[in-house]
Nanobody, 122 residues
Framework: QEHLVESGGGLVQAGGSLRLSCVAS????????VGWFRQPPGQEREFVAA????????GYADSVRGRFTISRDDAKNTVWLQMNSLKPEDTAVYYC???????????????WGQGTQVTVSS
């Protein structure tokens, strides 16, 4: 099982950008899909984006498609989530997670980071 650590969260004004990083250790990172999920205040955790182990076609939630971009560098064991045109409704704790295959369902992921807070002010 891999160990995941997120970073890059913070406070940003609406319309701004942030780039989240997820660094993994503990297993062959390049063989696993990585997803980003988020949990807004008082809400359930939801899927944001994911990328396959071979950096094939990424998948995005409708709410972030066109604004967020997921990418990975297996040599650095790192996945990034570039977030542009941020909105107040993007405020949440963002988590990265690892899975054998790319999926939009939490249950598919067996490794989770501790989360990083993103706050978007209006």
């Amino acid at each position: 099982q891999e160990h995941l650590v997120e970073s890059g969260g913070g406070l940003v004004q609406a319309g701004g950008s942030l780039r989240l990083s997820c660094v993994a250790s503990g297993r062959t990172f390049s063989n696993y899909a990585v997803g980003w999920f988020r949990q807004p205040p008082g809400q359930e955790r939801e899927f944001v984006a994911a990328i396959t182990w071979n950096a094939g076609l990424p998948g995005y939630a409708d709410s972030v498609r066109g604004r967020f971009t997921i990418s990975r560098d297996d040599a650095k064991n790192t996945v990034w989530l570039q977030m542009n045109s941020l909105k107040p409704e993007d405020t949440a704790v963002y988590y990265c997670a690892g899975a054998p295959v790319m999926a939009q369902y939490e249950s598919a992921y067996d490794s989770w980071g501790q989360g990083t807070q993103v706050t978007v002010s209006s």
